[in-house]
């Protein structure tokens, strides 16, 4: 089966400007969930995506959103970019209808640059 | 609140020697721990988790929930384990918000 996919791989985009990330999970996968990665904070969960509702939801601000298609494609929206959203965005699937952080498939990531 | 600790952002060591990468963790109800590993250009994957009780590529943990530690042991490290290691909870069962620790850096020099 192919991995999890993530596009676009790089995005460089100045303050205040919105972005969307898409994630495509493993084929049969209904789980997705976002983690924001940066050298600071490390890696941070922001949310997760069971059947195109939000299952779970990290500590992040109403600017990180998310929403989950019919075949289970996910993509994650930032709005109003501040500097501090550079960070490298992972996307994971997961085969179990509970989710849980052992199941999980991580994808490449996609490397958000804000400036 | 769920905190993980990993004290060491680099652990260096020599080829054959023992590995212990160190995790702590801060939970007040059953959590349910794994290691993830990362090489050098390739993704985030799962290395082991507690409830398995079992050995990946001669890793075990053990959980002690006295200490609240889930140390990552090998021991003897080879080349090909260079690799930045996560610990990571969770709660066990139902909904959860999984915790990530920064990250050690392991290093095995030949």
């Known amino acids: 089966k192919a991995g999890v996919t993530q596009t676009p791989r790089y995005l460089i985009k100045t303050r205040g400007q919105q972005v969307t990330l898409s994630c495509s999970p493993i084929?049969?996968?209904?789980?997705v969930s976002w983690y924001q990665q940066t050298p600071g904070q490390g890696l941070q969960f922001l949310f997760e995506y069971f059947s195109e509702t939000q299952r779970n939801k990290g500590n992040f601000p109403g600017r990180f959103s998310g929403r989950q298609f019919s075949n289970s494609r996910s993509e994650m929206n930032v709005s109003t970019l501040e500097l501090g959203d550079s960070a490298l965005y992972l996307c994971?699937?997961?085969?179990?209808?509970?989710?849980?952080?052992?199941?999980?498939?991580f994808g490449p990531g996609t490397r958000l640059t804000v400036l | 609140a769920q905190r993980v600790t990993q004290p060491e952002k680099l652990l260096s060591v020599f080829k054959g020697a023992p590995v212990e990468l160190k995790c702590n963790y801060s939970?007040?109800?059953?959590?349910?721990l794994f290691w993830y590993v990362q090489y050098s250009r390739q993704r985030l994957q799962l290395l082991l988790r507690h409830i398995s009780r079992e050995s990946i590529k001669g890793f075990t943990a053990d959980l002690n929930k006295g200490e609240t530690s889930f140390h990552l042991k090998k021991p003897f490290a080879q080349e090909e384990d260079s690799a930045m290691y996560y610990c990571a909870l969770s709660s066990a069962g139902g909904s959860y918000i999984p915790t990530f620790g920064r990250g050690t850096s392991l290093i095995v020099h030949p």
């Open positions: 994971a699937s997961s085969p179990r209808p509970q989710g849980g952080t052992d199941t999980q498939y």
């Open positions: 939970y007040s109800g059953s959590p349910e």
């Open positions: 084929s049969g996968h209904r789980s």
